[in-house]
C-alpha cells in the first residue's frame, strides 16, 4: 500500500524555522516528482515547491529565499526546509508524489504548521 506520510509540522514563531519531511512507502520513489504543497483555511490548496526526480527543484515566489525542498532518493523522503517563516505561511502542508510514467499520482494526510506568537 502507497503511504505518504508527513511529519515535523507544529506551532512556531515568526521569524523561525522548520523542517518538513515525507516518507514515501511502497513506490519506486526515483520516479517521482515530488512536491509540497498547502492549503490555509479558507483558501485554495497551492503548491509550495516541486522538486524532479534528478533534483531540479522551483518554488512559488511567496517563499523563495525562504524555503528549500530538497529529497534523499535513498530514504525515500523529500524535505521542506522552511525558515523566516511568516503567520501567512499557516496552513496544512501536503506531500505530494507524481509520476508521468507510472500514471501516478499520490498524497500525503498533511502536517498542520503555524506560525504565531
Known amino acids: 500500500q502507497v503511504q505518504l506520510v508527513e511529519s515535523g509540522g507544529g506551532l512556531v514563531q515568526p521569524g523561525g524555522s522548520l523542517r518538513l519531511s515525507c516518507a514515501a512507502s511502497?513506490?519506486?520513489?526515483?520516479?517521482?516528482?515530488m512536491g509540497w504543497y498547502r492549503q490555509a483555511p479558507g483558501k485554495q490548496r497551492e503548491l509550495v515547491a516541486r522538486?524532479?526526480?534528478?533534483?531540479?527543484?522551483n518554488s512559488a515566489e511567496s517563499v523563495k529565499g525562504r524555503f528549500t525542498i530538497s529529497r534523499d532518493n535513498a530514504k525515500n523522503t523529500v524535505y521542506l526546509h522552511m525558515s523566516s517563516l511568516k503567520p501567512e505561511d499557516t496552513a496544512v502542508y501536503y506531500c505530494?508524489?507524481?509520476?508521468?510514467?507510472?500514471?501516478?499520482?499520490?498524497w500525503g494526510k498533511g502536517t498542520l504548521v503555524t506560525v504565531s506568537l
Open positions: 522538486i524532479s526526480s534528478g533534483g531540479s527543484a
Open positions: 511502497a513506490i519506486r520513489f526515483s520516479l517521482y516528482v
Open positions: 505530494n508524489g507524481y509520476s508521468t510514467s507510472m500514471g501516478t499520482d499520490y
